[in-house]
């Protein structure tokens, strides 16, 4: 699915990232579903689970915006990464893992973009005005910071906040029907099984009409192909039936 230098430079970052912003840190994204769910996966398979291309960080802008303005200034100032959009970036060379400097000429099939996502719970009018940018929202984040439903994980010797396994579930059901790109259509039907099969929820109990409605859940499962399945199965090492099977549990159908 990704390329393992993808994953590795990622990883790399995200512990730079890490060990740069004051705890806690929250994650999303596929590596906080790396998070919750590695520990089951790599016991069950002797390897580790799906890592992640992207960095996404989750803030409560409705209650701490300062935590925002500082990671924005850490990202530019300290970790050296471009604003992108809602996006910072830097790129990386394929082949010797070193930063791309700003004007040097790299062929296109060596770069790889390394992306920080900045994901906000609620965007207030004068965000733009204040941040510079327009974000990415994810109403469900409210639920993480001020109802609770988030675990404290240690990770870098560093607290970060992860969403709870049923939430980040709801969150990939809200994108995958937006998904582009095939590749990442796949990786979030991995990720909801992996969330529903290698963490202590317990699947026949779950319930997700608190954060979805019934129709964002029929509307995405109804976008999953046998073919999709299939694809995902390659990458979990599990039988396609089985993943169809507990993704239809978890999703009611």
């Known amino acids: 699915m990704y390329r393992e230098f993808e994953t590795r430079t990622s990883y790399n970052y995200l512990k ?14 596929g590596w906080a579903v790396f998070f919750h769910a590695n520990q089951g996966f790599q016991r069950a398979q002797g390897r580790p689970y799906l890592g992640s291309r992207d960095i996404d960080l989750g803030f409560n802008i409705s209650k701490r915006r300062d935590i925002l303005s500082k990671t924005i200034s850490v990202l530019k100032n300290k970790l050296r990464f471009e604003p992108l959009s809602f996006r910072f970036v830097k790129e990386v060379h394929t082949e010797t893992a070193e930063e791309i400097t700003k004007g040097e000429y790299v062929p296109a099939h060596f770069r790889f973009p390394m992306y920080v996502d900045l994901i ?3 965007i207030p009018k004068d965000f733009r005005k204040t941040f510079g940018f327009d974000p990415i929202d994810e109403p469900l984040l409210k639920a993480a910071f001020e109802k609770g439903e988030h675990t404290i994980m240690k990770e870098f010797k560093k607290k970060l906040l992860l969403p709870k396994p049923e939430l980040l579930i709801a969150m990939k059901i809200n994108s995958l029907p937006g998904r582009d790109k095939e590749h990442k259509r796949i990786k979030d039907i991995c990720d909801i099984f992996s969330l529903a099969w290698y963490t202590d929820i317990n699947v026949n109990a779950i319930d997700l009409s608190r954060y979805v409605s019934a129709k964002s859940m029929k509307k995405c499962i ?19 039936e089985e993943i169809k099977r507990v993704i239809g549990v978890v999703f009611k159908t």
């Open 120 to 122: 906000v719970d609620t």
């Open 16 to 29: 730079q990232v890490i060990n740069s912003l004051d705890e806690p840190i929250c994650i999303l994204g």
């Open 222 to 240: 109804g976008l999953i192909g046998d073919e999709d399945y299939a694809k995902a199965a390659a990458q979990l090492s599990h039988d396609k």
